[in-house]
C-alpha cells in the first residue's frame, strides 16, 4: 500500500508539472484515500498538498485552499518544514489567482524562510523567483530586482539555465546597476 501511495503521489506530482490537472487531482485522491487507511500522515500531507495544486490548475481556487490549508495543518503537527514550505507555496500560488498578492508575498515570504533554514538552496531561489514576479506584478520593482538578484547568485552556483532565466527577469526589470544609479552617481570617478 505505502509504494502505491508513493507512486501515486508522484503521478500527481508529474500531472501537475505537465498541465494535466484533472488526471493530478485523480491521483492525488487515490493518494490520500490510501494514506488516510495506512494513518501515513506526511503521505496524506503530501498528497493534499498535490491534490490542491491539482484544483488551483484547474481554478477550484476555494477547494485548492482547503486541501491546501490541511497540508500544512499536517505540517505543523508533524514539524515538517520542507511540507509546510512546500504548502505555503501553492497557497500563495490561490492567493495570486484571487487577486490577493499582499497575502501571495507574505505566505512566500514565509515559505522562503523555511527553505533558507533547511539550506535547501535550490528550493530558496526558487521560491525568491516567485517571489520577484508578485512583487513586480504590485509595482514594487526595487524587492522585486533584490528576490531575483538573490535568486540569481544562489542559481549561478547550481542551475545555469535557470539562473539564465533569472537574467533575462532582471534585464526586463531593469537592473539596479543600470537604472537605479543616481546622475550624480554616474559623474563620480
Excluded at 533558507?116 to 513586480?136: C, F, K, N, P, W
Amino acid at each position: 500500500m505505502f509504494g502505491e501511495a508513493a507512486a501515486l503521489i508522484d503521478l500527481g506530482s508529474v500531472c501537475n508539472k505537465l498541465g494535466r490537472y484533472a488526471e493530478a487531482a485523480d491521483h492525488s485522491r487515490q493518494a490520500l484515500s490510501i494514506c488516510r487507511v495506512m494513518g501515513h500522515q506526511r503521505n496524506e500531507g503530501l498528497s493534499l498538498r498535490q491534490l490542491g495544486s491539482a484544483l488551483l490548475g484547474m481554478g477550484e481556487l476555494d477547494k485548492a485552499m482547503i486541501h491546501l490549508h490541511q497540508s500544512l495543518d499536517i505540517s505543523h503537527k508533524l514539524g515538517s518544514p520542507g511540507l509546510q514550505a512546500f504548502a505555503l507555496q501553492s497557497m500563495a500560488g490561490v492567493c495570486r489567482e484571487r487577486g490577493q498578492n499582499a497575502d501571495a508575498v507574505d505566505h512566500l515570504k514565509k515559505a522562503a524562510a523555511l527553505y533558507r533554514a533547511q539550506r535547501s538552496d535550490h528550493d530558496y531561489a526558487e521560491i525568491l523567483i516567485d517571489l520577484g514576479t508578485v512583487l513586480s506584478g504590485m509595482d514594487r520593482l526595487c524587492e522585486a530586482r533584490e528576490s531575483w538578484e538573490e535568486a540569481h547568485a544562489i542559481l549561478t552556483e547550481l542551475d545555469f539555465q535557470q539562473a539564465a532565466l533569472v537574467s533575462k527577469l532582471l534585464e526586463h526589470a531593469g537592473h539596479p546597476r543600470t537604472s537605479g544609479t543616481s546622475d550624480a552617481a554616474k559623474d563620480q570617478p
